[in-house]
């Protein structure tokens, strides 16, 4: 027979009381229990207070995330201006060397056109190396690097004393063009006509039997009937047809300057006449031997033919 335990629960109150009877086994198994609560209910309780202490620091942890990860936005914002400002300033680096450059060779051209006499009034005073050479731009897109940034100046600075000294090379020229209008103007600086440069002056392979020649000046193709104009002041000196050139006009400007303007359909002016520089003395054609309408301009000095092109402001 199991033993049983009682157990008298007393109302003090009343003066009463009651009995409850139970097995060791249940009163084990209640009592397990209640210890298993008091358990739970503290370490629920121990879990409570340790979260109230973790929350305020999760928090200020979670903020200083939010304001690292705003900086981190904000400084990559800043690197992309830096770069595309940077790109900026290397594309202007490198347009103002092709301006430069360009401006070198117009420099060259209007001496070659001027003569030699341009070249005694230009200041000798030099920049020591040559222009600029071209910047990587895609390096320097990278991150910008100290020794990016110094050859940028460098390239700036340089850029400053040539174009600097190049004006003034440029303004002693025009000086002295402008007390000898009258030898400029009489000097062979424009573009004859319109149209596509198909054969220029040198040697070539003949059109016509496929021989290597030297082709004396240089040829414009156009439509018939374009206006081809004096290149310089001048006096018609030639008038009509010569064996392969068919129509011909052609300009004495003096001091052994002479310029040719051949296989025109038509020649506007007379011989003898006076042409001012720009001025239509004929209109292109195909006259002559010749496979296609488009004008043959020379420019010979003393009978010597010369390249046109170096007599071509542009």
Request: charged residues 30%; positive net charge; glycine residues 8%.
């Amino acid at each position: 027979m199991r033993k049983r335990i009682s157990i008298l629960i007393v109302d003090h109150s009343r003066s009463a009381y009651r009995r409850v009877t139970t097995s060791r086994l249940q009163l084990s198994l209640l009592v397990a229990l209640a210890v298993a609560s008091a358990t739970a209910v503290t370490l629920a309780a121990y879990d409570y207070l340790h979260l109230r202490k973790t929350v305020p620091y999760t928090r200020s942890l979670e903020a200083k995330i939010a304001d690292q990860d705003i900086r981190a936005r904000t400084r990559l914002a800043e690197m992309q201006k830096q770069r595309e400002q940077l790109d900026l300033i290397v594309s202007e680096v490198q347009r103002l060397r092709a301006k430069l450059l360009a401006l070198n060779e117009l420099e060259s051209k209007i001496r070659s056109v001027a003569g030699g006499g341009a070249s005694e009034h230009v200041n000798e005073k030099g920049v020591g190396g040559p222009l600029p050479e071209d910047i990587d731009a895609q390096s320097a897109m990278a991150e910008p690097k100290g020794d990016t940034l110094q050859e940028i100046h460098y390239q700036l600075r340089l850029l400053e004393e040539t174009s600097s000294v190049q004006q003034k090379q440029l303004q002693a020229v025009v000086e002295y063009l402008a007390r000898h209008r009258k030898l400029f103007d009489r000097t062979p600086s424009l573009r004859p006509c319109r149209g596509r440069v198909t054969a220029g002056y040198g040697y070539r392979r003949s059109p016509f039997n496929n021989r290597r020649e030297i082709h004396k000046g240089m040829d414009i193709a156009g439509r018939r009937g374009t206006p081809i104009v004096a290149t310089a002041d001048g006096v018609v000196s030639f008038v009509g047809r010569r064996r392969d050139f068919g129509r011909v006009i052609e300009i004495d400007h003096g001091r052994g300057l002479m310029t040719r303007y051949a296989h025109c359909q038509k020649i506007l002016k007379k011989l003898g006449s006076r042409v001012k520089r720009g001025e239509t003395i004929a209109l292109m054609g195909n006259s002559g031997r010749s496979t296609g309408p488009h004008l043959h301009y020379e420019v010979r000095l003393n009978g010597i033919p010369l390249d046109p092109s170096k007599f071509i402001l542009e």
